[in-house]
Every structure is written in C-alpha cells, then in structure tokens.
C-alpha cells in the first residue's frame, strides 16, 4: 500500500466547510497515524479553532470513541481495496506404487537395544515486537472551561462573547447597558463598582450630548420665529 500524504490547509478548510453544511466527510489515517492501522476509515467530528497540535475530532470504524489527530495522521486519499490472493489448483492424487521387492535369505543376527536419541534443543521462541500505545480517547464527560467576556465599546454599548475551551462559541454580540448593569450586582461588589462607572461615564456623554441638541434646536427656533415663520 502507498503511503498517503496528510491534509492541506485547502483540505482542512474544505472538511471545515462540509461540517458547518451538515455533512459528515470520511477521512483515513495514513502511516504516521500513531496506534492506528494505515487505511482505516474515520467519520469527522469536528475541526477545532486555532487549528494547533491535535485539533481535528474523527471516531474511527467500528469504534465509539472520540479521538483527535493532526492533519499529517488523516487523508482524503481512499486507499484501493485489497486484493485477495489467488488459490492454487489442489495438486493431482498420485497413482499408487506398487514395487515387489524379494529379500533374501540371511540368517538373523542378535537384536542390539537402539541408544536412545537426544533430544533436539527447543528454538528460540521470537517476541513480537512492541506496539505503541494506543492513543487515549478524549473523555465525554469532562466539563469543558468556558469564558465569559462583557466589552465596553463606547458610549454606552456593551458586547458579550463566549469561548468554550479555545472554541469561539458565541461571537461578540450586542447587550443592553441595563442588562449589563443588572448583571454586575449579581456579582462581586468590585465588578458592580467599575461597570456602574462605566454606565455613569455613559450617562453624563449623553446627557452632555442632549444638552448640546437642545441647544441647537433653541437657536434653530428662534431663527426660524425670526424670519416670520
């Protein structure tokens, strides 16, 4: 069997794009897949985000474990089925022999007991070598980290992004202030006290801004009463 070359950057984004379709690709391991048989099949799971180290989940044929695996240990090259070898033709019966032989006459000689045969020393029993250690199916249960970020973008507007593990999960979106600010009191006193400055800081630009518009709309009125209108 050749050996496979592992996946491309082109390979990975193109399996990337088939899961976020609903598309389960098939992939195969090739020689540098460490306690897997080259050209065993496995089902994609998932391509984790940075794509670092072991960042591609596959469950191999026949198993019901999660493993992951860098892209130099999978392939998109299906290998071909294997050939059965060719049983010979049984060999034809051989015609039986039939050979006369005449002894002659020669006087029986004492019968000498046969010294007994040694013993042929046992072979060497050869030790097959070692096979590497299988590698260790990620656990299902273990409860992932997550992280939770709240951002102030300015004037008032705040965000919320989830990270699950190094997996983005939920990507930056927009959060009332006043969700934020209910939040906050949840929390520890240190995290209501910086996030109610924030919301205060917010207040007072605004209101400044409203002042600003008020203004403005006083003075356009009264232009306006001045020309008559």
Do not use: C
């Not at 960042?55 to 493993?67: A, H, L, N």
């Not at 299906?78 to 020669?106: D, S």
Request: glycine share 4%; hydrophobic share 40%.
């Amino acid at each position: 069997m050749a050996k496979k070359s592992g996946l491309s950057a082109e390979d990975v984004d193109s399996l990337r794009s088939q899961l976020n379709e609903g598309t389960v690709p098939m992939v195969w391991f090739t020689a540098a897949a460490v306690g897997m048989e080259e050209g065993r099949s496995a089902k994609l799971l998932a391509v984790t985000d940075p794509p670092e180290g072991d960042f591609i989940q596959v469950r191999p044929t026949g198993s019901k474990d999660e493993m992951s695996f860098s892209p130099a240990e999978l392939t998109l090259e299906k290998p071909p089925p294997r050939k059965k070898p060719a049983t010979p033709p049984p060999a034809p019966p051989e015609p039986p022999r039939h050979t006369e032989i005449i002894h002659p006459y020669v006087p029986e000689a004492p019968v000498k007991p046969a010294a007994p045969k040694p013993k042929p020393a046992p072979a060497p029993v050869e030790q097959a070598p070692a096979k590497p250690a299988a590698r260790k199916p990620s656990a299902k249960n273990a409860v992932p980290e997550v992280t939770v970020t709240l951002v102030s973008v300015g004037e008032g507007e705040w965000t919320v992004e989830v990270l699950q593990g190094t997996r983005k999960t939920v990507r930056p979106t927009p959060v009332p202030p006043a969700s934020v600010a209910q939040a906050a009191k949840l929390l520890t006193p240190e995290v209501a006290e910086i996030v109610e400055g924030v919301l205060n800081a917010a207040r007072a630009q605004q209101l400044a801004r409203v002042e600003q518009l008020r203004a403005e709309l006083e003075a356009a009125q009264k232009a306006l009463d001045d020309l008559g209108a």
